[in-house]
């Protein structure tokens, strides 16, 4: 549902407010520290942390990734207009595209230069085919290995808002009206606070780290 579209939305004729994840998808690739056994914990560890800390909210993971891989602004491009373009322009073709040669993509430098074990396992992911043939998904990265990569974050999202967040609200007592849209899930003003809480324990217990969040309507 286009969030363009998503204040139109109502529940029993009442605004709705959208709690979601800043910057969901590069935070995901937290998890995947977990895989890497060619680099010492102490290693693994020392980036893990450097790369978390984009996430800080006294700033914005895009701009700073952004500024980070030097992408120039356009003239009197502001903040918003810059995070904008770094995110659709560029972010999600490094994520999500084959791998990239670093000498032609600055993200894929900045991520080399920067945050090399994080890239190296992202690569392995995109040509390494760790699904078993006999999985729904194997037969859509057969001729593209890299979209494996895709499947991994979008079911670890999955994992983390329908069988933990989702789970968790309908678990209260008095569990309330909601909906998930990817990172973000939609509900009453009343309830934000607690979906916070709900949405910031599941990500820290399968992302080991912090996540931030943002509720807007």
């Not at 204040?7 to 800043?22: A, E, I, M, T």
């Not at 995947?32 to 984009?54: F, G, I, N, P, Q």
């Not at 992408?71 to 322009?89: L, M, P, Q, S």
């Not at 849209?181 to 780290?209: E, S, W």
Request: contains cysteine; glycine residues 4%.
């Amino acid at each position: 549902y286009a969030k363009d579209y998503r204040y139109l939305l109502r529940y029993k004729n009442r605004p709705l407010v959208q709690v979601d994840c800043s910057a969901c998808h590069p935070l995901l690739l937290l998890k995947h520290y977990d895989r890497v056994d060619k680099h010492s914990a102490e290693d693994v560890d020392k980036e893990a942390k450097k790369y978390h800390a984009l996430f800080d909210p006294r700033g914005d993971f895009y701009v700073k990734i952004g500024t980070l891989a030097e992408i120039d602004r356009k003239d009197n491009e502001a903040d918003a207009e810059y995070r904008k373009r770094i995110k659709n322009d560029y972010f999600y073709k490094f994520l999500y595209d084959r791998p990239k040669d670093p000498e032609k993509c600055r993200l894929t430098r900045a991520y080399q230069d920067n945050y090399g074990i994080l890239l190296e396992t992202i690569n392995d992911l995109k040509t390494r085919r760790i699904f078993a043939d006999d999985d729904p998904a194997h037969y859509k990265v057969t001729a593209k290995p890299h979209g494996q990569f895709s499947f991994i974050n979008f079911r670890l999202e999955g994992d983390i808002m329908i069988f933990g967040v989702a789970k968790d609200i309908l678990a209260l007592a008095r569990p309330f009206w909601f909906t998930t849209i990817h990172d973000c899930v939609i509900c009453q003003p009343k309830y934000a606070q607690k979906a916070t809480q709900i949405m910031a324990a599941n990500f820290k217990r399968v992302l080991g780290f912090r996540a931030y969040f943002k509720t807007t309507q």
